[in-house]
């Protein structure tokens, strides 16, 4: 896009806003080329149905920098409107360009959901970091964290999302799903993801969450036993869970305690990598609850969501300023 006069009053402050900085990064780090030709067989020539014809580049900006910050599809219209360095990231300039509004966003997410294409973008990600070779494959943490879905009854139907369940932790009930996730035990990176509902046991889903070249697995607690469960037994990964709290405290201070203790903390500190992850999807992106109904539509924005946060995580190697303190 040529600048503009405002992009060049804009670029002269002496201060970059953190909102900035995120935008920069993400262009310098995103496969872009290959993440449209992923869309591009499925977008159609004339634009979206019943809406002005916007380019695929743009649209797929505006998506994404609605996933980035959690905004809905009207205050994403409203943010392109408002804020700059949005703008600037998604190509508009307001004096010669349409801003999409929302009905064109809301048609673009539903294309993506209806031809599978959020997993489509993820594994474009996922390649473009494997060819740089941030997945070594050997190893794999896996783990599952709650998403609040919204209780209330406050809609057409009258009832709750019924693809949500009650799922209880510690002492407290929650509503909502679990996102489980498998990453890679060197970088910390997600290369599976699952959306099931909040009942269902995060051992359960352990196998869906391994690609098949992992030699060792880790994971908490919750998946004790799972060397015993038919979908793994014969398999030749070897895993590393964690001790049931309870036993852990009772370690006495014996050589051999000492030594289990030693072991539970250089497994819990691999397993700490799977926790990055979370904390980017749901902190940075502020992705704390359920937007849509269904799990389908809500597995399909998780894929997106880890996908970015895959590159969030990666920056530290690919990006000269991050990975000189890195190294």
């Known amino acids: 896009m040529q600048t503009s006069f405002t992009d060049l009053e804009y670029a ?22 290959a993440l449209e030709q992923a869309i591009e ?26 996933q980035c910050f959690g905004l809905s599809d009207e205050a994403t219209e409203d943010a392109v409107y408002d804020s700059h360095a949005i703008r600037r990231f998604v190509g508009v300039d307001l004096g010669r360009d349409p801003v999409p509004d929302a009905t064109t966003l809301l048609n673009f997410r539903h294309l993506l959901e209806e031809h599978a294409l959020t997993e489509s973008l993820f594994n474009v990600i996922n390649a473009h970091l494997a060819e740089r070779g941030l997945f070594l494959r050997q190893g794999t943490i896996v783990d599952a964290s709650l998403i609040a879905a919204p209780p209330s009854t406050k809609n057409e139907t009258g009832k709750r999302d019924p693809a949500m369940h009650q799922s209880k932790k510690g002492k407290q009930w929650y509503f909502g799903m679990k996102a489980h996730i498998g990453v890679d035990a060197n970088s910390g990176l997600v290369h599976s993801v699952v959306g099931t509902a909040g009942n269902v046991s995060d051992i359960s889903q352990a196998h869906a969450l391994l690609h098949g070249d992992e030699v060792m697995a880790f994971g908490d607690a919750g998946y004790q036993g799972i060397e015993k469960r038919s979908e793994h037994v014969g398999t030749p990964v070897q895993w590393q869970v964690a001790m049931r709290p309870g036993k852990r405290r009772a370690l006495d201070q014996s050589d051999e305690g000492r030594l289990q203790e030693r072991l539970e903390q250089v497994k819990a500190s691999i397993r700490s990598k799977v926790e990055h992850p979370f904390h980017v999807v749901k902190n940075l992106f502020r992705h704390r609850k359920t937007r849509y109904r269904g799990l389908k539509k809500n597995t399909a924005q998780l894929l997106t969501l880890f996908g970015l946060a895959n590159l969030v995580l990666a920056k530290r190697w690919l990006l000269p300023e991050y990975a000189q303190g890195a190294s």
């Open 12 to 33: 002269a402050r002496k201060k970059r806003t953190r909102r900035d900085i995120f935008l920069d990064e993400l262009e310098r780090l995103a496969p872009w080329t």
């Open 41 to 66: 067989p499925f977008y159609p020539e004339s634009g979206l149905p019943g809406r002005p014809p916007i380019g695929l580049a743009r649209m797929l900006r505006m998506y994404l920098a609605q």
